[in-house]
Structure formats: C-alpha cells, structure tokens
C-alpha cells in the first residue's frame, strides 16, 4: 500500500503517482510533520501542485518505518 495520483491529488491505498509527478519534495512543517510535495500532471498536461502529510499514516517504530 502506498500513494498514487488520483484526480490531481495525492490518495493513500495505490502506487505509481511518481509516475505523473514533477519536482517532488519532502518538507517540514512547523510542527515537524512529513509533507510530501509535488506537481501532478493532469489529463491535458497542465501541472498543479499537491501535497500529502505523510504523518496521517506512515510511522517509526523501534527504527522501522510502518504504513
């Protein structure tokens, strides 16, 4: 289970969204939560930024990292 591109955004439960993405990169937030951040490709080749916490479900246990 990982992240894919749906309907220009970002959605838990699929794969392959590097596939459709652009200048990705993982930043902080101020209260140090994970974001990935991207430009998705849309049918007419348009880009359009996105974004996913990848808090809401990817953690570290005992060093591991687990979806």
């Not at 996105?50 to 246990?61: F, P, T, Y």
Request: proline share 1%.
């Amino acid at each position: 289970m990982g992240l894919a591109e749906v309907r220009r955004r970002f959605e838990w439960g699929g794969s392959y969204y590097s596939e459709t993405a652009e200048a990705v990169k993982l930043t902080f937030d101020g209260d140090a939560a994970p974001i990935l951040r991207a430009k998705l490709k849309v049918a007419d080749g348009e880009l359009r930024d996105a974004s996913v916490n990848l808090a809401e479900r990817l953690q570290n246990i005992n060093g591991h990292f687990v979806l």
